[in-house]
């Protein structure tokens, strides 16, 4: 086998923008790369070790010697490692011995890799990100849409576990072909994956992430995943996944004690360890780190064609605090709480993917009131483009379990999320953290008999899709999976087979479909302008009644929601504007497993005050159903 040529992609100016954190196309760089040197192909590796003694590769083609492929230290005092070994070829399995100036021998995985093999095993792979894209048509449209009103209807996957063939996941490929299609045919307008990335522990569901650089060979190629998001995009699905720059595990051959030193993760426990999740926390005043994460998120956007970025856990971020007592924690250098460094960083994030990328996204799943999280950074805000609600779905949630002749008691925690709503760029989730950890799924927490809980589902959905905001629903919430979400199993397809589950499934698809076709729906879904109260204080009954309102006000919608399984005969509702109003839309019909018996048609407005209106309309409140009207 050849011997390390002394070789280098790196520029002086590649040096600077790496040393001062600014760097954002990292990537091509430094990992392993496929190239040719003087005639000789094979592959370049650099890797970034400023406090190793020595580095060399290791890999199958020297049977793992540590002493056959010394790596060459660069004279800038940049810490990076390189060299070229003529030879090599894609698919070559490799690691990094490394020798600590402290003494320690470590042997890590190449934090750039493209590829690793499937886990348990932990070697990373000389891999290419090769491939012929054919989505120009909705790259174009992407474009054409940025920056404007568009609706966001989003089913949240976890790809090894969405279907299951026997017990095996399918593949890229498979999922390419099962989910696209399920995915049009439920009219979502984007799918969410949980993390991608490479990582060894599958119960982790992705969130503890070894390999930034790949998608999990789980289930096929990096090509493999390139090939499903292309069909998503040519079936006109956007893709959103998950990011989780927060903390990584602490497996020997990821990230932690890179080169014998903590290197990305800050050295003092108090900053550096996570008492949640047991992992190590990036130290985000570190410029090469922030180079590292910011160029990954670029790296996903760029290379994977993905549309938009979920960041995982901002809370944990922002807080010198989180999850620790007195005493566990460093105060900021003002004596604060706020983690500076991290802010800083998250700001860098957002400013940088919509510089590169103005038609993506970036969503924060931030829990606390932080003030100003979808607000631009130059307004001082942290600059992503839209936040999960994470207070809708407590208070939702926690309404709709209290039978419902409680409800009127607890009116408040229903339209209390209006008081906020437009505080932000808001997304409204019901994601998979609602149905684990003994929460059971959805369903489970539905009151009453089957036709009750079923009916408060639907309710629930109906009542979700006409609130302002974006919408987010983790997979098999849309047909009322009953038992919680297994990372062993995969959804329970089966119970498509009885009524009540098609209903609640017809009930989300036409949902989808009516949020994307009425403007009223998403056109203002982020400013007050979109949306009125027509009544609110009717906790008596339990009912709500809202407008949503668009650019045009002959698109304007009526929604009315009854909160109890109490028909209500000659209901009367204020209503803008004299005329026929329609009943577009109700979750009672017969199609959803409602009663069927209480369809309202096409309905006049009388000139009776009504709601502090001139006009009003007289109807048939379903039981448990949300109904939508439109004038026509």
Not at 82 to 94: A, H, M, N, R, V
Not at 236 to 264: K, M, Q, R
Request: glycine share 8%.
């Amino acid at each position: 086998m050849s011997k390390v040529i002394n070789h280098s992609l790196f520029t002086d100016y590649d040096i600077y923008l790496f040393k001062s954190g600014t760097h954002f196309r990292i990537y091509e760089k430094m990992g392993s790369h496929l190239i040719e040197v003087d005639g000789q192909k094979g592959v370049y590796f650099s890797v970034w070790a400023p406090n190793a003694q020595s580095v060399s590769v290791i890999g199958n083609f020297n049977f793992w010697n540590t002493q056959e492929h010394p790596l060459s230290s660069r004279w800038d005092g940049s810490g990076i490692w390189e060299g070229f070994i003529p030879g090599l070829e894609k698919g070559t399995l490799y690691k990094y011995h490394i020798h600590s100036q402290n003494g320690r021998h470590v042997e890590k995985g190449d934090p750039y890799a493209l590829f690793w093999e499937v886990p348990p095993k932990t070697a990373s792979i000389v891999w290419d990100n090769d491939y012929t894209w054919q989505d120009q048509d909705w790259l174009k449209q992407r474009q054409d849409k940025a920056g404007k009103p568009q609706p966001y209807s989003v089913y949240e996957v976890h790809l090894g576990t969405w279907k299951k063939n026997g017990n095996e996941s399918l593949s890229y490929r498979e999922l390419a072909v099962d989910l696209v299609q399920y995915l049009q045919e439920m009219n979502f307008t984007h799918v969410e994956f949980l993390p991608v990335m490479e990582h060894p522990y599958f119960p982790s569901w992705g969130y503890q992430v070894t390999g930034y650089f790949a998608p999990t060979s789980r289930f096929g190629t990096p090509q493999d995943f390139m090939y499903l998001v292309d069909k998503l995009h040519q079936a006109g699905i956007g893709v959103i996944l998950d990011w989780v720059p927060s903390h990584f595990p602490t497996d020997a051959h990821g990230l932690a004690e890179f080169d014998g030193t903590h290197l990305y993760e800050h050295e003092d426990p108090r900053k550096g360890f996570h008492p949640d999740w047991k992992s190590a926390i990036y130290n985000f005043g570190r410029n090469e780190v922030r180079n590292f994460l910011v160029s990954n998120a670029l790296f996903w956007l760029d290379r994977f064609h993905a549309d938009g970025l979920r960041v995982d856990a901002v809370a944990s971020m922002l807080y010198l605090d989180y999850s620790r007592e007195e005493g566990q924690w460093i105060p900021n250098p003002q004596g604060g709480k706020e983690n500076l460094e991290a802010i800083s960083f998250l700001r860098e994030f957002n400013t940088m993917s919509y510089r590169e990328f103005p038609d993506a996204i970036t969503i924060a799943e931030e829990s606390t009131a932080w003030t100003g999280v979808s607000q631009p950074t130059y307004a001082g805000g942290l600059g992503f483009g839209q936040k999960w609600m994470m207070g809708w779905m407590h208070d939702t949630l926690d309404y709709f379990k209290k039978d419902p002749i409680h409800r009127k008691y607890h009116h408040g925690e229903i339209t209390f999320s209006l008081i906020y709503a437009f505080t932000e760029n808001f997304m409204l989730p019901l994601s998979h953290d609602e149905v684990v950890h003994g929460k059971g799924p959805l369903i489970d927490r539905m009151p009453g008999d089957e036709w009750q809980r079923f009916a408060n589902l639907r309710l629930m959905y109906g009542y979700m899709y006409t609130h302002p905001g974006t919408k987010l629903l983790f997979m098999g919430g849309e047909f009322g999976q009953t038992s919680e979400w297994s990372i062993e199993r995969g959804l329970e397809w089966w119970l498509l087979e009885f009524g009540p589950h098609k209903g609640v499934q017809a009930w989300v698809r036409d949902l989808n479909k009516f949020y994307s076709d009425h403007p009223a729906m998403y056109e203002k879904q982020f400013h007050p302008e979109g949306f009125e109260w027509v009544e609110h204080g009717d906790w008596e009954n339990s009912v709500l009644a809202y407008l949503r309102k668009g650019e045009k006000a002959e698109e304007n919608l009526l929604v009315v929601c009854n909160f109890t399984p109490t028909t209500r005969q000659g209901f009367r509702v204020g209503v803008p504007a004299a005329g026929k109003w329609k009943e577009v839309l109700s979750s009672d019909a017969k199609i959803y497993n409602g009663t069927g018996d209480h369809l309202n048609g096409t309905v006049k407005a009388d000139k009776q005050e009504w709601n502090g209106r001139e006009h009003s309309i007289e109807f048939t409140l379903p039981p448990l159903a949300t109904v939508i009207f439109q004038k026509v």
